[in-house]
C-alpha cells in the first residue's frame, strides 16, 4: 500500500561524506514529517533526524553540525546529506514516514494515517 524506497548507503572512509535518499510512493495523499533513524551493530533504532511537512528539522545531537535533512514534497522524497563521517556512525539506516493513505471501497473512500518503514541501507564508515 505504501512503500519507502531508500538508496544512497555504502562504505566510506572517515571524514568522507554520503547522500541517502528515500521515495514514498503508494495510495498516499500527503505526507507528513519524514525522518532518518538508524541501528548500529548491536543497538536499538535511534532517531537521526526528522523534518516536517514545512520544513522544521529535529537532529540527534549527535549529528548536528555534520548530517543535513531535507525533503521535495513534490516528490516525496527525503534525503540525509552526511559529512565529516564518523566510524560511530556505521549502522543501517531506516527511513521513516507518515503518511495519509486513502483506501477505496465499493460504497466510498476512507482515510487512514500511517507510519511506513524502509527496508533500511548499510552505511560503513572504516578505513
Known amino acids: 500500500q505504501v512503500q519507502l524506497v531508500e538508496s544512497g548507503g555504502g562504505l566510506v572512509q572517515p571524514g568522507g561524506s554520503l547522500r541517502l535518499s528515500c521515495a514514498a510512493s503508494?495510495?498516499?495523499?500527503?505526507?507528513?514529517?519524514m525522518g532518518w533513524y538508524r541501528q548500529g551493530p548491536g543497538k536499538q533504532r535511534d532517531l537521526v533526524a526528522t523534518i516536517t511537512s514545512s520544513g522544521s528539522t529535529n537532529y540527534a545531537e549527535s549529528v548536528k553540525g555534520r548530517f543535513t535533512i531535507s525533503r521535495d514534497n513534490a516528490k516525496n522524497t527525503v534525503y540525509l546529506q552526511m559529512n565529516s563521517l564518523k566510524p560511530e556512525d556505521t549502522a543501517v539506516y531506516y527511513c521513516?514516514?507518515?503518511?495519509?493513505?486513502?483506501?477505496?471501497?465499493?460504497?466510498?473512500?476512507?482515510?487512514?494515517?500511517?507510519?511506513?518503514w524502509g527496508q533500511g541501507t548499510l552505511v560503513t564508515v572504516s578505513s
Open positions: 503508494g495510495s498516499i495523499f500527503r505526507v507528513n514529517a
Open positions: 521513516n514516514a507518515n503518511v495519509g493513505v486513502r483506501n477505496y471501497y465499493v460504497w466510498g473512500t476512507r482515510d487512514n494515517a500511517l507510519d511506513a
